[in-house]
């Protein structure tokens, strides 16, 4: 099974930029959707930007639209999240995703989990 170890995380002022990385421990990375997900303290995990497998397509939630960039080095089986214009309601535990199908990562059924990184966003 493949393992998620992701890296970047840290603390910003509002407007401030991070970028997270997931590097992946399979050669098979490509037959994997893959994904970002955040949680804050007493709130439900929410995914934040999806790569379609078949496509490389992204999709985005609609709060971060725009400020976020996903993307993937497949020779390297890692993805990255690109974050601009942080904001405050960006805090929180940031998790690397990866399933078999699209579905699967939206509704985290099935789901390969990395370990979180912290990203907290001051004003």
């Known amino acids: 099974q493949v393992q998620l170890v992701e890296s970047g995380g840290g603390s910003v002022q509002a407007g401030g930029s991070l970028r997270l990385s997931c590097a992946a421990s399979?050669?098979?990375?490509?037959?994997?959707?893959t994904g970002w997900f955040r949680q804050a303290p007493g709130k439900e995990r929410e995914g934040v930007a999806t790569?379609?497998?078949?496509?490389?397509?992204?999709y985005y939630a609609d709060s971060v639209k725009g400020r976020f960039t996903i993307s993937q080095d497949k020779a390297k089986n890692i993805i990255y999240l690109q974050m601009n214009n942080l904001k405050p309601e960006d805090t929180g535990t940031y998790y690397c995703?990866?399933?078999?199908?699209?579905?699967?990562?939206?509704?985290?059924?099935?789901?390969?989990w990395g370990q979180g990184t912290q990203v907290t966003v001051s004003s």
């Open positions: 399979t050669t098979t990375w490509n037959t994997y959707t």
């Open positions: 790569l379609y497998r078949d496509t490389g397509s992204p």
């Open positions: 995703a990866a399933a078999s199908t699209w579905i699967e990562l939206v509704r985290k059924q099935n789901v390969v």
